[in-house]
């Protein structure tokens, strides 16, 4: 019930193509979807979250998408650049604004932007 | 830009030797946290701490792991007798800011320092 499962485990995608990472959770109590951005030798870096009172977030080239009748939720990156070449890692939690509780994190996807 | 630094950036080590890990969080923030990844692999949760305690710990935390706060700004982990299986990447994070009424507020994002990985041989 804690995991957050994740694929594809890697991903290849074509400069300016559209990148699509999914997760699925089982856990109905989570209430934070976050996706984390690590690139190698640092740390994860938050990219965008999405709570589950919406179904979509957008933030510049990058949309959550979240189907909670399901329990899934998706990265993606339209676009896609160079830069973007890394590992993405989607989670969960049940955290609130004043507080917070551990975030469980997705297996990763190792994503690489050919130019 | 506040950040949490952790320090070292790399510890080898011989199998059954103690080690520990240093982080110092973001000032402000009440939650603190260890995460370990092994090469290549997801990243797990080992242990959150919060007022002093630890609030939550996972399976992987076991008598052998220990954290303190031993100051204001500083968050240890230590590892008392190193096994070949705890070479990894050692995350320190920490969370939610405190308000001047001393409440905290926060998106529930976590704050990640760039890690300590751990070589134990």
């Known amino acids: 019930q804690q995991q957050v499962k994740q694929s594809p485990q890697s991903l290849i995608v074509q400069k300016g193509g559209i990148s699509i990472i999914n997760c699925a959770y089982e856990?109905?109590?989570?209430?934070?979807f976050p996706w984390y951005q690590q690139f190698p030798g640092k740390g994860p870096a938050l990219l965008i979250a999405?709570?589950?009172?919406?179904s979509e977030k957008k933030e510049g080239r990058f949309t959550i998408s979240f189907n909670k009748s399901a329990k899934q939720f998706s990265l993606h990156i339209m676009d896609s650049q160079p830069g973007d070449s890394a590992t993405y890692f989607c989670?969960?939690?049940?955290?609130?604004?004043?507080?917070?509780?551990?975030?469980?994190f997705g297996s990763g996807t190792r994503l690489s932007i050919r130019p | 830009e506040p950040e949490v630094t952790q320090t070292p950036s790399h510890q080898v080590t011989q199998m059954g030797q103690e080690v520990i890990l240093r982080c110092v969080p973001i000032?402000?923030?009440?939650?603190f946290y260890w995460y370990r990844q092994i090469l290549g692999q997801k990243v797990e949760f080992l242990v959150s701490?919060?007022?002093?305690?630890?609030?939550?710990k996972s399976e992987i935390f076991d008598d052998q792991f220990s954290v303190e706060r031993p100051d204001g700004s500083n968050f240890t982990l230590k590892i008392r007798s190193t096994k070949l299986e705890d070479s990894a990447m050692y995350f320190c994070?920490?969370?939610?800011?405190?308000?001047?009424?001393?409440?905290?507020?926060?998106?529930?994002?976590?704050?990640f320092g760039e890690g300590s990985r751990l070589t134990v041989l």
């Open positions: 856990n109905t109590a989570f209430d934070y």
């Open positions: 701490f919060y007022n002093n305690e630890i609030s939550e």
């Open positions: 999405i709570r589950p009172d919406v």
């Open positions: 989670a969960a939690s049940y955290s609130g604004y004043s507080s917070a509780s551990k975030i469980i």
């Open positions: 000032s402000n923030h009440l939650y």
């Open positions: 994070a920490s969370s939610v800011w405190i308000l001047a009424s001393g409440r905290g507020t926060g998106t529930g994002e976590l704050f």
